[in-house]
C-alpha cells in the first residue's frame, strides 16, 4: 500500500530522476477482476507481492449498455431460459465486440501510463458447467456466468495477458495459501487498499484486488 511522503523542495534534475525511477518501478502491474453479469470491476495494480500500489479501479462494460438484453442474454421472459439462436448469436456477439473493446480502451490507457501488464486474475461467481443444471432459470445464470468469463479472459490472452480464475467462494482461501498469510490479515490488507481508492471500495472491488495481488506473483 502506498503511503504519501510530505512534499519537499528538491533541484529539478533530482525531481526529474526521481520521476523516471517511480516510473520504472511502476511499470510491472497486474490486473484483477470481479466478472458480473454484463460488466466487470477492473482494479490495476502495481509494486510486489510484499509492497502493494493501488494504481486504479474502475468499471468496465462486457455487454452493450444501448442494448439491455446482452447484460442477460440467455434470460428470456418469465425467467425461462432463452432459446431464440438467432437471437443468442446477435447478442453473445455484442457481448463479444464491447468486452473487445472495453479490453483495448482499458490497456491503451495503461499502456499511456507506462505500465506494463503481463498477468490478470478474474474472480467469478461460479465455474460450475451449464449442462450439468436442469433449472432453466439458474442454467441462464451460469450460462452468463461461463460468456462473460470466458469472453474477457479471451480479449485478455489475445493482447498477451496471461489469466487465472478463481471463484468467489475460495478467492480468500486461495489467496491466504499462495501468499503464506492468514485469511485475516488478506481481508486487512484488501481492506486498507480501499484508504487509497477513489470511489467506491465495496466487496466487488475487493475481489478484484485480490486477483490482481495474486497476480502480480
Known amino acids: 500500500m502506498a503511503v504519501a511522503a510530505p512534499p519537499s523542495k528538491s533541484h529539478p534534475r533530482h525531481s526529474h530522476h526521481a520521476a523516471i525511477i517511480a516510473r520504472m518501478k511502476a511499470a510491472q502491474a497486474a490486473l484483477g477482476f470481479r466478472v458480473k453479469s454484463g460488466w466487470a470491476v477492473a ?25 439491455p438484453a446482452t447484460r442477460q442474454p440467455y434470460h428470456a421472459a418469465m425467467g425461462l431460459l432463452e432459446t431464440n439462436a438467432t437471437k443468442l448469436k446477435r447478442w453473445t456477439q455484442s457481448v463479444r465486440r464491447t468486452t473487445d473493446q472495453s479490453v483495448v480502451d482499458l490497456l ?36 452468463e456466468g461461463r460468456l462473460f468469463r470466458t469472453t474477457l479472459a479471451a480479449a485478455l490472452q489475445s493482447r498477451g495477458i ?24 488478506i481481508k486487512y490488507t484488501v481492506t486498507r487498499l480501499g484508504d487509497s481508492a477513489n470511489g467506491a471500495w465495496r466487496a466487488e472491488q475487493k475481489l478484484a484486488a485480490l486477483a490482481a495481488w495474486l497476480a502480480l506473483r
Do not use: W
Not at 502495481?46 to 444501448?66: E, K, Q
Not at 507506462?114 to 445464470?141: E, T
Not at 487465472?164 to 499462495?178: P, V
Open 108 to 143: 491503451q490507457r495503461y499502456i499511456d501510463d507506462d505500465y506494463k501488464i503481463r498477468f490478470a486474475g478474474l474472480v467469478v461467481g461460479s465455474m460450475i458447467d451449464p449442462d450439468s443444471i436442469a433449472n432453466s432459470h439458474i442454467r441462464a445464470h451460469a450460462l
Open 162 to 185: 496471461h489469466c487465472a480464475i478463481f471463484t468467489e467462494r475460495d478467492a480468500y482461501a486461495t489467496a491466504a495459501e499462495a501468499l503464506g498469510k492468514s485469511p485475516t490479515q
Open 43 to 67: 482494479i490495476l495494480m502495481s509494486g510486489s507481492v510484499r509492497s502493494l500500489h493501488l494504481c486504479d479501479s474502475c468499471v468496465i462494460n462486457l455487454s452493450d449498455p444501448c442494448d
